[in-house]
């Protein structure tokens, strides 16, 4: 049998040696981590558009095409496979604020080397991957 996948984008927003983070709350998975502003690649729908959109979703930030990178891509499999797009901000307008606060605990700076205990596994991996200039990774449960 053929493995399907759902696709999601996950936006890295860095400042300072610092990655905004968003605590997740009443989705279902994940539910009190941190990640990072993130969602589902809808039919029809591109990546980097993917990523265009959710930005403007939960953190209220407008990003251009040209302002955006992939720089991990991951397999990752659970209790579901998905691919992960990690997609790295260079510049965004706007304030950055909770646009989803039914979906999201709050929005937060860390250190990115001292992320909370609770962040997703999958963030922690991609970003150590990142910085060892790691572009792919599987991580399969």
Request: proline letters at 2%; one cysteine or more.
């Amino acid at each position: 049998m053929r493995l399907q996948s759902n696709m999601a984008v996950y936006l890295l927003l860095k400042r300072s040696g610092e990655i905004l983070l968003s605590l997740r709350q009443n989705t279902g998975y994940r539910d009190g981590n941190w990640s990072v502003v993130a969602g589902h690649v809808e039919e029809g729908e591109g990546v980097i558009d993917a990523i265009i959109r959710e930005a403007k979703e939960e953190a209220n930030i407008d990003v251009k095409r040209d302002d955006l990178e992939i720089v991990h891509v991951m397999h990752y499999h659970d209790d579901r496979p998905y691919v992960y797009f990690f997609v790295i901000c260079k510049k965004y307008s706007g304030e950055i604020r909770n646009a989803e606060p039914h979906k999201c605990g709050g929005l937060k700076f860390f250190k990115e080397n001292d992320l909370p205990s609770n962040t997703f596994e999958a963030v922690k991996i991609a970003i150590e991957n990142i910085k060892n200039g790691i572009f792919f990774s599987e991580v399969i449960f």
